[in-house]
């Protein structure tokens, strides 16, 4: 198979991410190769060895996954073309056979603790939890023996040899990880009418109200925000950038217009893309406030030029 | 002559309005015809019998001229090609041989009265004042005998046959009349670099904020205004619109883009031209706010067209 | 009489300002005295020669009466302790047994004019506008035979021994002038659940944005405007200040915490009184935004108060 | 000892956290005790058994210590009085005698990696990473014989028998993390002049501008921020609250009003204590802007109560 044809995902098999990679009706006919970290996962894409990867990007529990955040924000630039939405529901996966009684130590990948927390609290008060290195790498650990169960995906039993005991397992409700389907820089996805823009945003100085203006960009022109996280930029402590996810396509002229006052106030402003939302119908974004729709604006520009040519 | 090179004016002759009128140059080649009120001198303009007219727009003690505002706030539209700025200066003027001490009644037109109003405390305190109804007219009234002295314009003093028994009165420092050159819609007056734009905006409803939110499409794109006025739009207490001097030109990309965002949230906006500002140079104007310049619109709108063709 | 119990008002007696004065009961037990001037009619007041003066502060077809607000401005300090609302409805007087055939002259008092201009075009499209110093003057005018007609108040017809020929004359619809009850500096009317209060605002420097830091001070807290005029300071073109009605009484949380705001980035505000909105029911106000009753300013206080000594 | 005198923090032994710890003069009086894991160190606090604990919070490098954030955020209410700025700067430790050219596979924290990537690729380009649960746990692993180097602070050498083979190694410039003393509630620290305030504020509802306006009670009142960070509240994708430093003491005018305003507009604030900023003097902390000393909040109350009282 060519490069192109080959996506990449954070690995290894079995975990959340490569079950979120197979809901894409392409991945079927596409190579899809497990990685070791989010950074190699990106880096086979930067380097022509893979056409995209599918990598977590937001957890409504642990939040931002922040490697994914970070080598998007730096390093070659990469666009975002897709994005995927996951319910997270966890199985208890042991040896087959095993009771609950029976199952004295847990594992799992850092990040399910705090979703599985109050159940163990209830339900295996005792037993004594120890992180492994990814979810499927907990299954690998307990079909070898070194745990009594781990905490994964109900479809990585098969895979190891294990069995569901308890499934559908989260203690918060709607908890969801978010991915993306990143690749090299593009023309955007096409506009839905359901969109998503995600952009990397620089503060220009350390003045008090940076924050204020940069938002007052997007709510001059009526584009809503739906995730703002701030990230250190690595130059000391209090220094940040943003990443943003706003409503709407690049195509949509109040989102552009707002994209084009970002750039001149911001020293640095990194386009990831424009996408279609994830579980989002058109008839359910939220209403545009009035000024803001393609007509509008069109109509204005018609306007402002009948004004320069004195025909207003 | 033609229509076109007839110029209106408030008259009567010898008014600061006329002597506004002839610091323009071309006024020299213009017949000049002084019209008995605001709405005449404009409404010839609007009926094509004549090119142009200059009204009195601002007076920085008495406020806005509310009968200009109003006239260029309604009806069919006009334009404002110019403005003249004239230092305000009384002379009082008498029959020739009045000594001051024989000066018992005095007149002038009202807007006169507050900026003479401590020169007279102070100089003529038992003399009695009584309304004319323009400066040019108490002139006429002192030549007929009806009044000892009038507040007029020096230049109003041989057209009636007095003489200026003093000069330079002014109450307040600085105080100057503002005078628009208006005429039928047409391209607006060329951009110099020191230029000002005028509009009257109408507030969608009574929400509160409206106003703060007309302000910011000013303020995101980094557009001054000079001057803001509330006007009442005759349908009743509490409904107003606004007349408003922004600093810059129509063809401004930082300025056309507001008019944009205006005439998309207003429900009416009038845009009533882009002039020079008188009595400011380029180099007087305030420095622009980082990422307004003509140059920064152009580079982030190539960065927005390299986004959405995939090549930023 | 004592002077505490003499209002003044701005005549002659028979205008509009007389017929709002009676409106207010306790009018029947005061000594009314009309004065030539808006500033005539306040200065008794600072003067000690009266307890109280009506005047016109706002003209829904005219807009603001710029001597009222100039007075209330400048000077030693007055307070509003009331307002009047009064439909504007003309009649036109005319000598008994007067046909309107007949009439080929009126007269009024100059704002009259805009408000019945229609009509007059209507109804009597070639008879002669002349103005007159008030529209009472103008029916003494009429009575003296100077004019065929004169535009006032219906109520003022038996004062001059004229008689209303038509009546419930007014352009525009909703038509009303405001009047004001001033006083001395003092405790503020009591708080009615539909109160306005009355400031003059004046901006520190000539930054871009002043007027927006301003407005942000009211909209922080969720207090609405409800009128807001520039007015020059007289020093100087492009100088303002800012007479503003805000909804709300001053002992409002709210309110008081915006005003202490204006006080601290204003160089100067004078606070004009708080006093019960004209014609609105507590039911009729505008909904206060979540976050701005009293009691939440109460419980937030209690709170920041439990913060510091360490009970939160 | 008691509980009172026993501070816990962040282990293990041989950390930065207890080097940060030591840094603080009453850490030589105190009973010091490792804990596995922030939530450990902080419940031991909430339960009584210590009287406070430190642990890191952000790190300028990889961003806010999600652990900390989240356990100051919800369950049983903590507080902060105090913080320290470590600045960051790995030691490479090896067995004594080892050379550089004989270092195969290096370990050390996770979050230690980004923070050496460079150093790595430079001096040691083919040596393999493996992480270890901490950094002093990596140094007993190279103690053990497991790797030839860990990267930890020079302060773990002795503890472990290993020495530095290399200091001072830190990719980024002004690389530091930032520790802080967290207690049960109670009054807050002493104000000095250059304090933080640490808040949490949940956005009330989804709409547009949220965060805008809750950026706005700080703008208004002249608080400015200096770290902003989102997080998720577990309720679902798109679901944040925002864990916020600003300048200032809770006893400060300017904070204490601004914090009101966001206990009425915010369904929950959580106040995390105000403390003296690590590393910076009164004399360097944002100049005040006009009108938010304490002074000039005083004088507009003085005012305030005069307008109430009629004496203004």
């Given at each position: 198979m060519s490069p192109a044809s080959r996506y990449t995902y954070l690995g290894p098999e079995g975990t959340f991410t490569e079950a979120a990679l197979r809901t894409l009706p392409e991945a079927a006919t596409r190579e899809l190769v497990p990685m070791v970290s989010v950074p190699a996962a990106l880096d086979a894409v930067r380097n022509g060895e893979a056409g995209g990867s599918l990598v977590p990007i937001e957890n409504s529990v642990e939040g931002g996954v922040t490697a994914t955040l970070d080598e998007l924000a730096t390093g070659r630039p990469l666009m975002i073309y897709r994005e995927v939405l996951l319910p997270i529901a966890f199985a208890l996966l042991v040896r087959p056979g095993t009771a609950l009684e029976a199952v004295k130590t847990v594992t799992g990948h850092p990040v399910a603790q705090p979703q599985v927390r109050r159940w163990l609290a209830e339900h295996l008060p005792d037993a004594q939890w120890e992180s492994a290195a990814s979810n499927a790498d907990g299954a690998r650990l307990v079909q070898e023996g070194r745990y009594d169960a781990a905490f994964a995906g109900e479809f990585a039993a098969a895979t190891y040899g294990l069995e569901p005991l308890v499934t559908g397992i989260h203690d918060a409700e709607n908890a969801a990880t978010r991915f993306v389907l990143v690749g090299r820089?593009?023309?955007?996805?096409?506009?839905?009418?359901a969109d998503k823009t995600s952009l990397v945003l620089w503060l220009g100085d350390d003045h008090p109200g940076a924050l204020l203006e940069l938002l007052q960009e997007f709510a001059v022109r009526g584009v809503n925000l739906v995730r703002i996280e701030s990230r250190p930029t690595?130059?000391?402590?209090?220094r940040y950038c943003f990443s943003v996810d706003a409503e709407g396509?690049?195509?949509?002229r109040r989102v552009g217009e707002a994209l084009m006052g970002l750039r001149r106030i911001c020293p640095k402003v990194r386009f990831l893309g424009s996408y279609p939302r994830a579980g989002v119908e058109p008839s359910q974004t939220t209403p545009l406030r009035r000024g803001t729709t393609d007509d509008e604006f069109a109509e204005a520009a018609d306007w402002l030029a009948r004004c320069v040519d004195g025909r207003a």
């Open positions: 820089p593009g023309r955007p996805a096409a506009r839905t009418g690595g130059e000391g402590i209090g396509h690049i195509s949509d």
